[in-house]
Antibody, heavy 123, light 117 residues
């Protein structure tokens, strides 16, 4: 059974940093690209960032480019999102999502999602 | 990049059928769309992918036969027959789009909240 468990969310002041983690199990982690998708309170889904199986291809939404950094550790079956210079508009539930393909350089969908970790940016 | 438009809400009675619509912006009629179900307080769940020829690939794990899709022009439809209480969810559509740097990212519609009466 595929499981994705996010952690690391919390309340943080504007301008500060936070690091999210996603522990994956139930599939061969380094065979797939992984992604972060967020959902602001009462809003729709927004793709945040994606990383290919070998970290060779990485992309970010314009809204987080230059502030967020995605990474993965295939030995630990883990995905990370380092979030710097946080803003109030980054407040959201952050989901870890498994891509359906090995790379981010071909069409894909998200075939499994975690339950999310809540990030609240407020003073 | 494409813009995906979904009505914010829909409703249907228990045992009835409902069709949810996701509309692509002009110029993207060849795009495939993915449907996701999000039950209250849960993470999204992949339902299936749809193009103008209908379903693309397989349904997501545990998606019942009551769920089906169709595609026509700029519209991608998700139909749920014999609606059950557990179908009350937010339904999101998404489409992957290749950027100039050969990186694909996903854009989502605003989601439709389905209420079972």
């Amino acid at each position: 059974e595929v499981q994705l468990v996010e952690s690391g969310g919390g309340l943080v002041q504007p301008g500060r940093s936070l690091r999210l983690s996603c522990a994956a199990s139930g599939f061969t982690f380094d065979d797939y690209a992984m992604h972060w998708v967020r959902q602001a309170p009462g809003k729709g889904l927004e793709w945040v960032s994606g990383i290919s199986w070998n970290s060779g291809s990485i992309g970010y939404a314009d809204s987080v480019k230059g502030r967020f950094t995605i990474s993965r550790d295939n030995a630990k079956n883990s995905l990370y999102l380092q979030m710097n210079s946080l803003r109030a508009e980054d407040t959201a539930l952050y989901y870890c999502a498994k891509g359906s393909t090995v790379t981010t350089q071909q069409p894909y969908y998200f075939d499994y999602w975690g339950q999310g970790t809540l990030v609240t940016v407020s003073s | 990049q494409p813009v995906l438009t979904q009505p914010p809400s829909a409703s249907a009675s228990l045992g009835a059928s409902v069709t949810l619509t996701c509309t692509l912006s002009s110029g993207y009629s060849n795009y495939k769309v993915d449907w996701y179900q999000q039950r209250p307080g849960k993470g999204p769940r992949f339902v299936m992918r749809v193009g103008t020829g209908g379903i693309v690939g397989s349904k997501g794990d545990g998606i019942p036969d009551r769920f089906s899709v169709l595609g026509s022009g700029l519209n991608r439809y998700l139909t749920i027959k014999n609606i059950q209480e557990e179908d009350e969810s937010d339904y999101h559509c998404g489409a992957d789009h290749g950027s100039g740097s050969n990186f694909f990212y996903v854009v989502f519609g605003g989601g439709t909240k389905l209420t079972v009466l």
